[in-house]
């Protein structure tokens, strides 16, 4: 992406598109998922996805069908925020989420065992979240890079992630107090890239401006090209971006 041909409206289109909105909070409730799911069917185009807790899973999926967005797709996220170390609690969730409807995964890395010296656990929980999605549904491991912090272990995670079956590799819950970065950023991409580019890539926390989500189009383009830019390859974790993103389309919220 050269700035000489993409304008900022076109950026912002695009990245409309690829945008996951995102409300994994205690005190969510019915009334805020509907309105999710509303604000997720822009005037200027559709967002990617959804991302829910699974408990709101079949709701979000059922709301979005009402409303004629078949194509936007539901995530449950599970193992979060805390990245715990218990594979039946994954399988569980997992379990009740695809049977809610949901299209994809989230799966939060554990990397407090990880961080602690157990780097069987990872693989272990990946692969069993993995064979619970089935054929259906696509998985993102979102490794919590801020925590991992090294760039070692990140890449040695991003390879365990890979080939234990992920679809997308995602840098951040956006619950830690460093979360993507353009570092932990070219850390997966180039993971990514070694391992065949068959996976895609969500940067999430910290992306709220059209300049940080041109930084990460940017970013991927020039490693994969202008191919790689679609929701099947690439996704923004974001909330308050779109706000940004529509006031550059002049779109009030």
């Not at 899973?57 to 979060?80: K, M, S």
């Amino acid at each position: 992406m050269n700035r000489a041909y993409e304008s900022d409206e076109e950026v912002a289109r695009k990245a409309i598109g690829l945008l996951e909105l995102t409300s994994l909070n205690a005190d969510d409730s019915s009334e805020r998922m509907v309105a999710l799911c509303e604000r997720a069917l822009t005037p200027v185009g559709n967002v990617a996805a959804v991302c829910v807790s699974p408990r709101f899973a079949g709701l979000a999926r059922r709301t979005l069908d009402t409303l004629n967005a078949r194509e936007v797709r539901v995530v449950a996220v599970v193992n979060f925020p805390n990245g715990g170390a218990s594979i039946n609690s994954v399988e569980s969730e997992t379990h009740a989420a695809m049977l809610a409807g949901v299209d994809e995964i989230d799966l939060v890395y554990p990397f407090n065992a990880q961080m602690s010296g157990n780097k069987r656990l990872g693989g272990e929980m990946i692969a069993a979240c993995k064979a619970k999605c089935g054929q259906r549904g696509r998985l993102t491991v979102t490794l919590e890079t801020g925590v991992l912090r090294d760039p070692q272990i990140i890449h040695s995670v991003c390879r365990t992630a890979i080939r234990e079956g992920a679809a997308f590799l995602k840098t951040s819950t956006g619950k830690q107090i460093v979360n993507t970065t353009p570092q932990a950023a070219r850390i997966l991409i180039e993971a990514i890239a070694e391992l065949g580019s068959q996976v895609g890539f969500k940067a999430s926390g910290n992306v709220r401006t059209l300049s940080e989500a041109r930084l990460y189009l940017e970013m991927a383009q020039a490693r994969f090209g202008p191919g790689w830019l679609e929701p099947g390859r690439l996704r923004l974790g974001a909330n308050s971006l779109l706000d940004d993103l529509l006031a550059h389309l002049g779109v009030r919220p």
